[in-house]
């Protein structure tokens, strides 16, 4: 009955961006509803044959939200075709959301019992640093930051399917290591810091996001990659001085490297000095070059509470990354804050889901997964969504689901089927 909604409400938003736009109904709203409608039902099937204790939010709401997406894509290459020329977005990112059900159904079909992932934590994090310093062994960048790895004529973000991968090293690691890394240490300021030796998983992760973001000038997956790691440290061994250490570890490192690496102090600029952009070019501060960020905060606010209607705004003025790093504008300008705050209560809905697993299940290596893929969800719709509303500097990662991407399409499918694995093992083992 939910998927059964979820499609009423992504058919209802296709239709009416297509009267927003032209004035008539679209013309490929039946390959649309049903391409939605056959994901939705195989993806069902898979559920309830392989998984059929799953918690029964999280399928609905991961389909709401990739189907408001290519809603979204779809209104946004009719504005962009007549604006700046470009080609349409829609029809791939829908193969690559075929692929990424494809790749969630897989996972679900075929992994029996999550808890096989503990034997290969050690494999995982090798492949999950190989991918991750994989962009900066190619040449060039885009946008000013080495996240793409090109294969001929293909490109991918390996930082989409490490942030899976960490979060089950880590959830491995530290059941495994959980008493040695609370050892009593010393006193200071009312606190008990972790003994020198033990920081070393700390340091050596802290130093890693440095030079993810210096050589790759990725401020988006340095701060989800350490913030993940210092969250699921607290949860394991609820010391508050672990999380202080991890804090302060990243504000010295967030400074040192936006102090000296141009491009990141360039996104530190424009989140300052936004509307600076418009001043002559000799009054403006040093490295700001873009104009996007003044945009985005146009677009929140020309769409007010109610928004001016899908296919009715301009949120093509935000130029290429309109259709990723900046879709939620198009939510803000065209569904306004109401749609806006709908959106974020669906990821809200999701990542409570996850957490609500982690309580439910009765293995520690479970518990953490869950809290893991629950955490990386709430990090990157909070860096993504943090950035564009001028919360704290861009970082250009994808919003889930909603963004055009393959990479992080069919990276957050995976997190979804991982995530209903262990929702199954847990409900499971409460049943026994």
């Not at 490192?253 to 070019?281: C, M, N, Q």
Request: aromatic letters at 10%; a positive charge; proline letters at 5%.
């Amino acid at each position: 009955m939910l998927l059964l909604f979820v499609l009423f409400i992504v058919t209802f938003g296709y239709t009416d961006a297509g009267l927003g736009l032209t004035g008539q109904v679209p013309d490929g709203l039946a390959g649309f509803v049903a391409s939605q409608a056959c994901c939705s039902l195989v993806a069902h099937i898979a559920v309830r044959r392989f998984a059929a204790r799953a918690d029964p939010l999280i399928l609905p709401l991961a389909m709401l939200l990739t189907g408001l997406g290519l809603v979204l894509i779809h209104r946004l290459d009719h504005s962009y075709k007549e604006r700046w020329h470009s080609g349409a977005m829609a029809p791939g990112q829908l193969i690559w959301t075929v692929a990424g059900v494809g790749v969630a159904i897989a996972v679900i079909a075929f992994l029996k019992d999550y808890r096989r992932l503990q034997r290969y934590i050690y494999v995982t994090m090798a492949a999950a640093l190989v991918l991750l310093i994989a962009p900066a062994m190619f040449p060039g960048d885009s946008y000013g930051a080495k996240r793409w790895v090109h294969v001929g004529p293909l490109t991918f973000q390996p930082g989409e399917f490490v942030k899976v991968m960490i979060a089950i090293f880590f959830a491995g690691y530290l059941v495994t290591h959980r008493d040695a890394l609370t050892l009593t240490g010393r006193r200071f300021l009312g606190m008990r810091l972790p003994p020198g030796r033990q920081l070393g998983p700390i340091v050596t992760i802290w130093i890693i996001s440095l030079l993810v973001l210096v050589f790759e000038r990725d401020l988006g997956t340095s701060l989800i990659f350490f913030g993940l790691f210092v969250v699921m440290l607290y949860a394991a061994t609820e010391r508050t001085s672990w999380v202080v250490c991890g804090v302060l570890m990243a504000a010295v490192g967030a400074f040192a490297v936006g102090s000296t690496e141009p491009h990141v102090k360039g996104r530190i600029v424009a989140w300052l000095h936004p509307f600076d952009i418009y001043l002559p070019p000799d009054q403006r501060p040093p490295g700001l070059v873009s104009d996007q960020a003044a945009q985005a905060l146009f677009s929140f606010g020309s769409g007010g509470v109610g928004g001016t209607g899908l296919g009715l705004g301009h949120p093509d003025l935000i130029q290429f990354a309109g259709r990723s790093d900046f879709i939620l504008t198009s939510v803000g300008e065209e569904l306004g804050l109401a749609g806006t705050m709908a959106v974020i209560v669906l990821y809200a809905l999701l990542i409570q889901r996850g957490l609500r697993t982690a309580l439910l299940a009765n293995d520690p290596f479970g518990k953490l997964l869950s809290l893991g893929l629950a955490v990386v969800l709430a990090l990157q719709v909070f860096v993504v969504a943090g950035g564009v509303t001028g919360l704290m500097p861009l970082t250009g990662k994808a919003l889930p689901f909603l963004a055009q991407g393959g990479s992080s399409m069919v990276a957050n499918w995976l997190l979804i089927a991982v995530m209903i694995k262990v929702s199954d093992g847990a409900r499971r083992q409460q049943d026994l």
